[in-house]
């Protein structure tokens, strides 16, 4: 029997987290399966590239959230899962899901939350004029975007940037961070106390 850690990377686009959280080669962690609820997306490209197994659930295929998340469950169930990946997933995943995967379920979000969260972070950190933005990881709870959090990335915002330069910032913060995190948890390094994470050296 394998003891690696083991796991699933959820995304609905372009994939680049996706890339690089299977690019990193983080010690010991198995990248069993990449889930996407949009049969076009381009990140089903690249998980065919990198030989990640791809299992797609359309969401469009199913009456209610519940009836989606129970699919996904059932799918799921043989990979024995550490940990899910929430990679620009662009669907909300209800408490009925979140309890079955009690505290093995983790968001990166565009955005130093708590601010600026839901849709269009940088565009919102931007029309707000901060100083700085970023991106964080974040355990999911019944909330969006509102669970403990486990690690931030810091971009400068510029007076020259748009949607598009920030955006692409926050990417490459994004590339360094959401690896990082799915390390410390796949070393047993994270506890939770309340709100807060603590990191063990
Ligand atoms: C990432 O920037 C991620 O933070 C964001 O979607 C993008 C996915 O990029 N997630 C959210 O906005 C969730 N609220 P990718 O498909 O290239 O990895």
Request: contains cysteine; hydrophobic residues 40%; negative net charge.
């Amino acid at each position: 029997m394998s003891d690696k850690f083991k796991i699933a990377v959820f995304s609905s686009g372009n994939g680049s987290n996706f890339e690089s959280i299977v690019t990193s080669k983080i010690p010991n962690v198995e990248v069993s399966l990449m889930l996407c609820n949009m049969p076009n997306a381009y990140v089903v490209e690249r998980a065919k590239k990198l030989s990640v197994e791809t299992i797609i659930v359309s969401h469009k295929d199913f009456g209610s959230r519940k009836d989606f998340e129970k699919e996904i469950i059932s799918k799921l169930e043989k990979y024995n899962l550490d940990l899910i990946v929430l990679a620009g997933f662009k669907r909300i995943l209800s408490p009925f899901f979140t309890a079955h995967y009690d505290k093995k379920v983790i968001n990166l979000h565009p955005s130093l939350l708590p601010s600026f969260t839901g849709l269009h972070a940088p565009k919102q950190a931007l029309e707000y004029g901060t100083k700085f933005s970023g991106c964080t990881v974040h355990f999911v709870d019944d909330g969006i975007d509102t669970g403990p959090i486990i690690a931030q990335g810091l971009v400068t915002v510029e007076d020259s940037d748009t949607e598009e330069s920030l955006t692409e910032k926050i990417h490459e913060k994004e590339h360094e961070i959401l690896p990082f995190a799915i390390r410390l948890l796949s070393e047993d390094k994270v506890s939770v106390e309340g709100r807060r994470v603590l990191i063990k050296n």
